[in-house]
């Protein structure tokens, strides 16, 4: 697939000021096996390349599902989805003067886990566990012109200074009892935690590590919904 040129009028952060997007070739592939199978795979590839373009290069992305029934309550989902940019382009700071962006690799992971079990037709639980880790390392700098394309700037700024690394772990667990036609008990808890540096440089499971131990948000929430029939009532008067 070819994608034609395009501007961007939000990147700038300033009204009537577009950024110049290269055109680009995009390649996409997917895949699927039978689902009705107690093991199966799913999982998409895409890769982008700019043409003719100084500053913008490639974005590789792609992502897996397995699904697994290991017996007749049991329900196991796991997915990865993974995209990486090389020499990405983006707002960066604006000076008194002039919008500056920067160029940027950019990594991203996410991985999610999730478990679903029935004890029984009435009672059934479900947790679900996600990191989100992205990665900025920034290595050049350009000033954006009036006309939308971009020009290399000698300006002094310290580029690692603008580097991201950052986390996102969450939990969310929630059982469930229908102890009536339509009513049910429900209880909750939700654990949310995130950790941001400039180290672009660690590896995963040092943030996986690291995320894990930061401080974080818990809830525990405990539902009650009742179905109350106004007929039956009725007949008992």
């Keep these: 697939k070819d994608v034609e040129p395009g501007k961007n009028f939000y990147e700038a952060r300033q009204q009537d000021r577009p950024f110049n997007i290269p055109a680009s070739t995009a390649t996409f592939l997917e895949y699927q096996t039978n689902r009705n199978k107690n093991l199966s795979l799913a999982g998409y590839l895409i890769l982008i390349n700019y043409l003719s ?5 490639s974005i590789f992305i792609t ?17 990865q989805a993974i995209e990486n940019q090389k020499d990405n382009v983006g707002f960066l700071i604006t000076t008194e003067d002039a919008i500056l962006f920067g160029q940027r690799d950019i990594n991203q992971l996410v991985n999610t886990l999730q478990l679903n079990y029935s004890v029984n037709a009435k009672i059934n639980m479900n947790v679900r566990l996600r990191h989100y880790w992205i990665q900025v ?3 050049d700098q350009f000033t954006l012109q009036e006309n939308g394309d971009l ?3 000698d ?16 939990i969310d667990f929630v059982a469930r009892w229908q102890f009536a036609p339509a009513s049910e008990i429900s209880l909750g808890y939700k654990l949310g935690a ?4 400039t180290n672009v440089r660690s590896s995963y499971f040092d943030n996986l590590s690291g995320v894990v131990k930061a401080d974080n948000n818990q809830t525990v929430s405990l539902k009650m919904t009742y179905f109350f029939d106004v007929n039956t009532f009725r007949k008992t008067l």
């Design 137 to 139: 390392a920034y290595k």
């Design 151 to 153: 020009r290399a700037n």
């Design 155 to 170: 300006v002094a700024l310290n580029l690692s200074e603008f580097d991201d690394n950052f986390n996102q772990f969450n």
């Design 194 to 197: 995130n950790a941001f540096n």
């Design 63 to 79: 992502g897996y599902g397995i699904r697994a029934r290991p017996e007749q309550h049991l329900f196991l989902y796991f997915s």
């Design 53 to 57: 373009s100084p500053t913008f290069d």
